[in-house]
């Protein structure tokens, strides 16, 4: 087992992925908790088949695919939480148009460009490869960017999280926040989508808030646990990718969804046995 | 001092208006009671007077700053299965008072606790928010809107899916609240029978303003005999 590590940690390109997996994985865990609770679950979704989109543009265009995307990105997530707010138009269908559209342009950009082959793929389900020097420090800085405001605004954002309207009546500019909830999403999306794959980074963000609280009965433990849930679920699926030779993203996210079962059963026995 | 004056103002969503030619006024210490059936306009008028909407028509002016606002909304589906101890959504009532600063102060924290020790819910201050019965969690809640209100509290239905004793007691609360430290009450609410019990003003309202006055001379007005009278047969 030891030795194992050792030997992963020998690779540099494996140590700077789990480096940027292990920050984007405490981000999206801390962000995901609001975000659920929220019902906004499927905006997460939605904007990372944006990025996707705007990746493969980015290839197209020879451009740095992050800083292509991070803008676009976070420009869709206003739009969604924009078109959530409206009761207008319904939530669900404008984030399913938006997500496959991009989607389709994604794809069709790169089939005309490089044709369809393994970077669709990998833009779709990650790959561990993608990391470049650059990508660790950007994520590093990004993360303590989103870190540090989520952690000094952590009241404000309960607030806003458990009841939009009284925090509003009484006198909190709630749409700030959504903002910079919809904000630090986008990032946190975009840094770990390559590695995770667009199909598969929203499940970061859902699965650990969903996981911590089968158990969890306050905001505070939730958010924590979350964070903490969401760290060992990478490493343990990060290091069974490494001794299987399974796609990293899809591995992380079996490992979550053995972890929420575990929360699950753990809390039913808990039930049981009070009774 | 006067808190709202409402003029000739109109409240509505979307093109359609819900609520029209309201004409009155709030001073400190009264307490209001909105009374009309559903679809009256009354939750929207509430919205009306929380600024959480502007009116279509006329104009709704405010002798207080939002931060010295308390409000009990109706609640929401998903705050029923929220994960949050009563003590973290008591605390949050002083959100507003933190302005931009990132932490809650000690004062802060201390009004949270002497709000739980009022409405009786220490017993309850770690337990999660889900968990508790509906006429805790209006506790709760109220609780809430009693740290963040200085100056005036909103009630939305206070009582709504509560049993009658549970009912009783929090009508009573809010009485005593609105006695015992001038805090002026606006209740939204379609039982006009406790309305009259515990206001000193009413406003009752049918898509339009059929009524505002004071309860007695409400009790007097042929509107009140109407309503007030007829319901109290059965």
């Not at chain 1, 869709?76 to 496959?100: H, M, P, V, Y």
């Not at chain 1, 950009?109 to 660790?136: E, H, P, Q, R, W």
């Not at chain 2, 994960?83 to 008072?97: D, F, K, N, Q, T």
Request: charged share 15%; net charge positive; glycine share 8%.
């Amino acid at each position: 087992m030891i030795n194992t590590l050792f030997e992963m940690f020998s690779y540099t390109f494996l140590v700077r992925a789990v480096v940027v997996g292990l920050l984007v994985s405490l981000c999206a865990a801390l962000l995901g908790v609001s975000l659920v609770l929220k019902r906004y679950s499927m905006i997460g979704d939605g904007l990372s088949h944006v990025g996707f989109g705007t990746l493969a543009i980015a290839t197209a265009m020879n451009a740095a695919p992050l800083t292509v995307s991070i803008p676009v990105v976070i420009l869709a997530a206003f739009l969604l939480l924009r078109i959530s707010e409206n009761s207008k138009i319904k939530g669900d269908a404008a984030i399913a148009l938006i997500s496959t559209g991009s989607l389709a342009i994604g794809v069709v950009v790169i089939s005309l460009t490089t044709g369809m082959n393994t970077d669709v793929c990998n833009y779709m389900f990650g790959s561990i490869l993608a990391m470049s020097k650059n990508d660790v420090t950007l994520s590093i800085i990004l993360a303590v960017v989103v870190l540090t405001m989520f952690v000094l605004f952590y009241n404000k954002i309960f607030a806003v999280t458990f009841d939009e309207n009284f925090a509003k009546a009484t006198g909190v500019k709630t749409g700030v926040y959504n903002m910079l909830i919809a904000f630090l999403t986008s990032i946190t999306i975009v840094l770990g989508m390559r590695m995770m794959g667009a199909l598969l980074i929203s499940s970061l963000i859902i699965f650990p808030a969903l996981t911590s609280m089968r158990l969890c009965k306050k905001f505070k433990t939730v958010t924590v646990c979350s964070a903490i849930v969401s760290l060992i679920c990478f490493f343990i699926g990060v290091v069974v990718s490494y001794v299987k030779a399974t796609p990293t993203g899809a591995s992380v996210v079996l490992v979550n969804i053995a972890a929420f079962l575990l929360f699950w059963a753990a809390n039913t026995i808990k039930g049981r046995i009070r009774k | 001092m006067t808190l709202y004056i409402c003029k000739d103002a109109a409240l509505g969503y979307e093109g359609s208006v819900a609520v029209r030619s309201l004409n009155f006024e709030v001073r400190s210490g009264d307490y209001l009671c909105i009374a009309g059936e559903n679809g009256s306009g009354k939750s929207t008028l509430l919205k009306g007077l929380l600024q959480l909407k502007t009116p279509v028509e006329g104009s709704i002016m405010l002798g207080v700053n939002a931060d010295e606002i308390g409000y009990l909304p109706q609640q929401t589906a998903a705050q029923k299965d929220f994960p949050a101890s009563a003590y973290e959504v008591v605390l949050s009532g002083r959100i507003s008072s933190r302005g931009i600063l990132p932490f809650y102060s000690r004062k802060d924290r201390l009004t949270a606790n002497e709000n739980i020790e009022r409405l009786g819910i220490k017993p309850l201050r770690n337990r999660c928010y889900r968990e508790l019965s509906g006429g805790q969690q209006q506790r709760v809640l109220l609780a809430r809107a009693l740290c963040a209100a200085k100056k005036i509290l909103l009630l939305d239905e206070p009582a709504a899916g509560l049993d009658p004793v549970i009912t009783k007691e929090l009508y009573r609360l809010i009485e005593n609240i609105n006695h015992e430290t001038g805090v002026t009450v606006i209740m939204v609410s379609h039982d006009i029978n406790s309305a009259v019990k515990y206001a000193s003003h009413i406003l009752h309202l049918k898509t339009e303003q059929l009524f505002f006055g004071t309860t007695a001379d409400y009790l007097n007005s042929p509107f009140g005999k109407m309503f007030a009278g007829g319901e109290s047969n059965d």
